[in-house]
């Protein structure tokens, strides 16, 4: 049989991309065309077994723009229909894409259980910090003070941060990318695609016109993100900085910022990161991490494994399809039968 290869183009179709020009999303688009070639031939499946669901907003419209099967749903339900989807075709590579409205606010409930359940999903997040397709309203990502159409007076809520959220619920697998390192976030969803479980990418993306330059103090240059974000890599030292000689040590319950070669500080005094960690504790201290007392971690985060919930639903199926249709009737009936009694 014919090994399967792709280009990316082939994923994409003839629409017109209706974007913003400048706008994240153009390269957050880029990086999935390249990472789905790749994903194809590494897990050799066609591009008729990828699907892309999606909810309301800029990003949602990702689906028109897809030569895959797609569906372009409703406020905030992306998740749970990605959900019944995956369910119904474990065979399927399902992936989601969102944004920080549309899944941290009236999608918020859908989007905790999809990682609690760590349904085999990959689940795009991007984060612009606002409603834009709505024109320009806070959103839960909204920095505590930002001045919108509905916050007048700055808002007054704390933000959510999507990463550290997603470990909150127990998602196996998060990561945070930048729109601009295309190469980044390509080998992030080429990892998060082979990973059985929930997988969700914040990416943090630029809205030109109602939020422009949110993430510009720590991303617009990549000077920038050399000094003020640090790359984590499992089995890596927790290194950053154009010259690799600033570290992350842990002093205490927290996380500090040193410089290699000064006050005693070696490099053996730089924590290793480890994503394959069953405990989120370090994992949320690191996405917690907010410029410029701290690097923006990027990268993969958490990546462990347990079992998904849709390869258990399929599991229980096959048991009860081996019993034949008299036994597994019986079992209903006998724990109906227990369910009245109580």
């Given amino acids: 049989m014919e090994k399967i290869s792709y280009s990316p183009n082939d994923f994409r179709n003839g629409n017109a991309v209706k974007w913003c020009a400048g706008c994240g999303d153009h390269a957050i688009f880029n990086a999935v065309l390249k990472a789905l070639a790749e994903v194809a031939e590494r897990l050799d499946i066609p591009r008729e077994q990828f699907a892309f669901i999606s909810g309301i907003g800029c990003s949602s419209r990702f689906v028109y723009y897809m030569n895959t099967y797609g569906f372009h749903t409703i406020h905030g339900r992306a998740a749970a229909i990605a959900t019944g989807l995956k369910t119904a075709r474990p065979d399927l590579s399902v992936w989601v894409c969102s944004g920080d409205g549309d899944s941290l606010a009236i999608g ?4 905790i259980h999809a990682c609690r359940r760590n349904i085999d ?7 612009n910090e606002i409603y834009g397709l709505t024109k320009g309203q806070y959103s839960p990502t909204s920095k505590l003070g930002k001045v919108t159409k509905t916050s007048p007076f700055g808002t007054v809520e704390e933000p959510f941060s999507p990463a550290v959220l997603a470990l909150g619920a127990n998602a196996s697998f998060v990561a945070r990318t930048i729109d601009m390192e295309v190469e980044m976030t390509k080998n992030i969803l080429v990892e998060a695609a082979c990973h059985k479980g929930m997988s969700v990418t914040e990416a943090l993306v630029n809205c030109v016109i109602f939020n422009k330059g949110t993430h510009a103090d720590f991303a617009e240059t990549k000077a920038l993100r050399e000094e003020r974000t640090i790359h984590l890599r499992h089995g890596e030292k927790m290194l950053f900085g154009a010259e690799r000689n600033k570290g992350l040590v842990l002093e205490g319950l927290k996380l500090k910022v040193v410089t290699v070669g000064e006050d005693g500080y070696t490099i053996d005094d730089i924590l290793t990161h480890d994503a394959h960690e069953e405990s989120t504790v370090l994992h949320s201290m690191l996405a917690s991490m907010r410029y410029p007392e701290y690097p923006v971690a990027v990268g993969i985060i958490r990546d ?3 079992a998904t919930y849709d390869a258990e639903v399929a599991r229980q199926i096959e048991e009860q ?7 597994c009737a019986n079992d209903l009936f006998r724990s109906g039968e227990i369910w009245r009694v109580k």
């Fill in 108 to 111: 918020g409930n859908h989007f």
């Fill in 121 to 127: 999903l990959n689940l795009i997040l991007f984060n």
């Fill in 304 to 306: 462990v494994e347990r």
């Fill in 321 to 327: 399809r081996a019993k034949g249709p008299n036994k």
